[in-house]
């Protein structure tokens, strides 16, 4: 079984200001992460994800996360937020074999404040 | 590259009626897709997994016979929602995972832009 914890349902920074968006997983077999952004009624968009290769990943728009097996967490932040990152973003975990199911937290709402 | 296209973005449907859904992946070949649904301001719950030819497999408590699933190639998937009902107005959301060849398989989804359904 996976199951995957967004620990903030919402995010509030200021533009220029770091981003941090928290992300715990459990999974029974070695798992595959992914970070998943959606604007306001659009599809998911990859930023990043994390399949046992460097536990430092980068993504898309400056994102970033690492992979720490320790804390079972996986993380997302970025230096210096942009008005344009506002958006849901979802930390999804999956196995890296067989079966292909993604679970999905359930967000975190990333506010910029001006 | 990596396009899922998902038709239509938004359509507005009768009670009782039923309503088409297409998932196309535009620049690869995927054989399985699947389907989401998502409600307003919650994450994304996986209704089925379409793989290409064969049946679709429901997760449990998704009706079979009301989410109506077709894979007929490798780039299309569609979602009929049978006699829709209000309860049914959603956003839902297909997925594409890209046939891969080699050693290894991989579980990257590319994500369609959804279509909202709104059943009066």
């Known amino acids: 079984a996976q199951s995957v914890t967004q620990l903030d349902s919402h995010v509030s920074v200021s533009e220029g200001t770091p981003v941090l968006l928290r992300c715990n997983y459990s999974?029974?077999?070695?798992?595959?992460l992914f970070w998943y952004v959606q604007h306001p009624n659009k599809g998911l968009q990859l930023l990043l994800k994390?399949?046992?290769?460097?536990?430092l990943v980068k993504g898309i728009n400056g994102f970033e996360a690492e992979f720490k097996k320790s804390e079972t967490s996986f993380h997302l932040t970025k230096p210096s937020a942009h008005m344009s990152d506002a958006a849901e973003y979802f930390c999804?975990?999956?196995?890296?074999?067989?079966?292909?199911?993604?679970?999905f937290g359930t967000g975190t709402r990333l506010t910029i404040i001006p | 590259g990596a396009v899922v296209s998902q038709h239509p973005s938004w359509v507005i449907c009768k009670s009782g009626t039923s309503v088409k859904i297409e998932c196309r992946s535009l620049?690869?070949?995927?054989?399985?897709m699947f389907w989401y649904r998502q409600f307003p301001k919650q994450s994304l719950m996986l209704m089925a997994t379409?793989?290409?030819?064969?049946?679709?497999?429901?997760e449990q408590g998704v009706e079979k016979d009301k989410f109506l699933i077709n894979h007929a190639s490798l780039t299309l998937s569609t979602l009929t929602v049978t006699s829709a009902h209000p309860e049914d107005s959603s956003f839902y959301i297909c997925?594409?995972?890209?046939?891969?060849?080699?050693?290894?398989?991989?579980?990257?989804?590319?994500f369609g832009a959804g279509t909202r359904l709104s059943v009066l």
């Open positions: 379409s793989n290409e030819g064969s049946k679709a497999t429901y």
């Open positions: 997925s594409a995972r890209p046939l891969t060849s080699g050693r290894g398989r991989s579980n990257i989804q590319y």
């Open positions: 999804v975990v999956s196995v890296s074999f067989g079966n292909e199911k993604l679970t």
């Open positions: 994390y399949t046992s290769a460097a536990t």
């Open positions: 620049d690869f070949q995927a054989t399985t």
């Open positions: 999974s029974s077999y070695s798992p595959s």
